[in-house]
């Protein structure tokens, strides 16, 4: 078992940046790929870029050139730094583990969940 915490969340002005972080415990001797989600009110739940256990990076279209993934191993911490922040990035935020090779790109694919962080951008 593998349990995330995410932190880092907030109220940020359009233009802004913020950056999440999700901490891991427990069984974290194992090689976990991480992702990154997100969901609006009233809408389901995004992709918004993960990390493979190696450092290979993919995003969503929407987040390109804005939010960047990066993890330090040896605090078994995950970041998400999102700079360029616009009102449509509001949402929560879900930082997910898994284990598994593929995509990586669907909810589906991952094991392990945070409870999530509140993101706000106002314009």
């Known amino acids: 078992q593998v349990q995330l915490v995410e932190s880092g969340g907030g109220l940020v002005q359009a233009g802004g940046s913020l950056r999440l972080s999700c901490a891991a415990s427990?069984?974290?001797?194992?090689?976990?790929?991480m992702g990154w989600f997100r969901q609006a009110p009233g809408k389901e739940r995004e992709f918004v870029g993960r990390?493979?256990?190696?450092?290979?990076?993919y995003y969503a279209d929407s987040v390109k050139g804005r939010f960047t993934i990066s993890r330090d191993n040896a605090k078994n911490t995950a970041y998400l730094q999102m700079n360029g922040l616009k009102p449509e990035d509001t949402a929560v935020y879900y930082c997910a583990a898994s284990r598994r090779g593929g995509s990586l790109i669907s909810a589906g694919e991952y094991d392990y969940w945070g409870q999530g962080t509140q993101v706000t951008v106002s314009s």
């Open positions: 990390m493979t256990w190696s450092g290979s990076t």
């Open positions: 427990g069984r974290t001797d194992r090689s976990y790929a």
